[in-house]
Structures are given as C-alpha cells and as structure tokens.
Nanobody, 124 residues
Framework: QLQFVESGGGLVQPGGSLRLACVAS????????IGWFRQAPGKEREGVSC?????????YYADSVKGRFTISRDDAKNMVYLQMNSLKPEDTANYYC????????????????WGQGTQVTVSS
C-alpha cells in the first residue's frame, strides 16, 4: 500500500519551532513532487509547501508561511521534512504530506497517498 506516515507534531508556544517529517512506504519518492498540507477544524485543507521531484528540487511556499517554513527532501531515506520556525497560533492544524506526479499544483485532488497527519498546536 502506498502511503505516508507523518511525525513531529506537538504543542509549542508562539515563536517556537517544530520539524515535521514524513516517510513513504510502498513507493520511491524521487519521481514525485511532495506537498505539505494542513487542515484546521472547520476549514478546508490548504497547501503549505511543496517540493518538486529530486531532479528539479524547486520549492514553493504559501504566502502565510514564506520566510518561516522550509521544506526539504532526502530521497535516500524516502523522507520529506518541514522545518517550521516562528510558529503562530494560526499555524495550528493537522499537517499532512502527499505525493503528486503533476508537480506542485497546490490542488489537493492532484495529490495522493495521504497519511493520517500530525497535529501541530501553537498556544501559550
């Protein structure tokens, strides 16, 4: 079964940092764009960051996280990371990663192999 498993979430104070990780099982990541998405209660799932396949490697960020979050990939380990700094209460959500063969389109419907997510809560 092709799926991601996300980890690294938790409770952090505003201004703090977390590093999320997702590991793929059942397939190799290197040919895919990998996106991080988040969904808060009562809100739609939104794209946070995306990294193109291992040959291209270009990265993209939502305006709300630009300058604070950094996406990276380690294809040897079949893993993708999201370093989150200067966290704000509005970053609170369940964070998911997923793969796309269509590049970084931001549309969740273009991505698959969703994991269960990892909860990030930013609160004092």
């Amino acid at each position: 079964q092709l799926q991601f498993v996300e980890s690294g979430g938790g409770l952090v104070q505003p201004g703090g940092s977390l590093r999320l990780a997702c590991v793929a099982s059942g397939f190799s990541l290197d040919a895919f764009a990998i996106g991080w998405f988040r969904q808060a209660p009562g809100k739609e799932r939104e794209g946070v960051s995306c990294i193109r396949d291992s040959i291209d490697g270009r990265t993209y960020y939502a305006d709300s996280v630009k300058g604070r979050f950094t996406i990276s990939r380690d294809d040897a380990k079949n893993m993708v990371y999201l370093q989150m700094n200067s966290l704000k209460p509005e970053d609170t959500a369940n964070y998911y990663c997923a793969a796309s063969a269509r590049g970084c389109t931001w549309a969740p419907t273009d991505f698959g192999s969703w994991g269960q997510g990892t909860q990030v809560t930013v609160s004092s």
